[in-house]
């Protein structure tokens, strides 16, 4: 009797634990909302908000509560199915060639490896480029139903071209500047301490820089981030602080600083004519191979031949040079400069020329012309999604966890 009592109540258990399962499984596979009739279930919002709550807590250290994120990611989901299902009515298509493209394109954006995205993401390959696809999709189905109203009249580009004119500021600066050897940190802090009369004449006995001690006029975005950085804080006639550069160590003297007017010129892009040897070859010999060309003893192709190294053409915008040259350049023509090191070689270039550019110019009104581009494609956006709902049946099932 005892014996069948015993398996009476394991079958009853069993019953329980089938019965539970089925409720659990069925609970997962409810629906959360229906856009158009295709649903989205509770567990794919689950999973949506867990992928929130895992790159928030990566990104920011905090947790946010699954109810918190509830109804924001369900709207999200709910205007993703939206445009998914117009992409898909308008016939869009995206292949693997332009998947790679778009993901090699955000690697170089955040300047990260594929492996930093995917840890950065909390995300597999796979998982990364269906993302990138679905993007893909919804920008392809954004453009090409509001190819026109994307258009940017001219008159919105000349209003923010004059917006950014008047609100920009910009300055330049007549300053001094002398580079010493790391083991002339004495030397270099003594300069620091002298008064604006005084730093000329010392520095020139001082400094180990190529450049001449007076660098002349320089608009502010033809130096080094950290000596703007100083000059900001400074008044005419004081002397900077030392600063520490891959190169050596730098102190400034700002003579005096005037503001930058529209018809004034500006470096455009820079063309330098560019060694790069092996990372092995060893400092001191590329230090005085820099001499011998201000000198004019060498020539580029010889020091390419003795060092194994190539010779190539270096054209930027000032703005997208490397960070380790462009900490160390003035932009003045005829500049020589290095050596830098940057990724597994070594570098030492002459500037042989400077576009000169207009504050308003060519390259002013392309970024107001991107500025007027990116607000009314937000503003557009907005529209369509709404006219989207507009014309969709949207049933929300679940409002709330």
């Known amino acids: 009797m005892r014996s069948n009592r015993r398996r009476l109540s394991a079958f009853i258990l069993l019953l329980a634990s089938a019965a539970a399962a089925r409720g659990q499984e069925a609970d ?18 689950d999973e949506r908000i867990a992928y929130v709550q895992g790159n928030i807590e990566r990104a920011e250290g905090r947790q946010v509560a699954y109810a918190d994120l509830y109804p924001r990611v369900l709207e999200i989901m709910i205007e993703e199915r939206l445009v998914l299902q117009r992409a898909r009515d308008l016939g869009s298509q995206v292949n693997e060639i332009q998947v790679t493209q778009a993901v090699e394109r955000l690697l170089q954006q955040r300047q990260m490896t594929l492996e930093q995205l995917l840890e950065a993401n909390g995300v597999d390959e796979e998982r990364l480029r269906a993302e990138v696809r679905k993007d893909l999709l919804i920008e392809n189905a954004f453009i090409r139903d509001n190819r026109r109203e994307l258009a940017v009249a001219p008159d919105e580009v000349n209003q923010r071209l004059r917006l950014r004119l008047e609100n920009e500021r910009l300055r330049e600066y007549l300053i001094e500047h002398a580079i010493l050897t790391a083991d002339k940190r004495p030397h270099a802090e003594a300069l620091s301490l002298l008064a604006s009369e005084d730093f000329y004449d010392a520095a020139l006995q001082e400094s180990v820089s190529t450049n001449p001690v007076n660098l002349g006029w320089l608009h502010e975005r033809q130096m ?11 008044q005419p006639g004081d002397v900077s602080p030392v600063m520490e550069f891959s190169n050596g160590l730098h102190v400034i003297h700002m003579l005096a600083r005037r503001p930058v007017v529209q018809g004034q010129v500006r470096p455009g892009k820079v063309t330098a004519k560019m060694l790069r040897v092996p990372a092995d070859v060893d400092d001191e010999d590329l230090v ?12 580029f192709e010889e020091l390419a ?5 190539e010779i190539v053409t270096f054209e930027r915008l000032p703005e997208n040079m490397p960070q380790e040259i462009r900490n160390n350049l003035t932009l003045r023509l005829g500049e020589l400069a290095g050596p830098f090191v940057i990724g597994s070689t070594k570098v030492i270039l002459r500037i042989t020329a400077i576009d000169q550019m207009v504050i308003g110019s060519e390259r002013y009104r392309d970024l107001a012309l991107n500025e007027v581009f990116a607000t009314n494609r937000a503003t557009l956006r907005r529209k369509w999604i709404e006219h989207l709902r507009s014309i969709s049946a949207i049933e929300i099932i679940r409002a709330e966890p």
Do not use: W
């Open 28 to 45: 997962s596979f409810r629906l959360a909302a229906s856009v158009n009739g295709d649903p989205i279930l509770t567990h794919e919002l």
């Open 224 to 234: 080094p981030a950290a000596y703007l950085e100083q000059l900001e804080r400074m």
């Open 288 to 299: 005085e191979a820099v001499s011998f060309l201000k000198l004019g003893l060498v020539g």
């Open 305 to 309: 031949e003795e060092f194994d190294g």
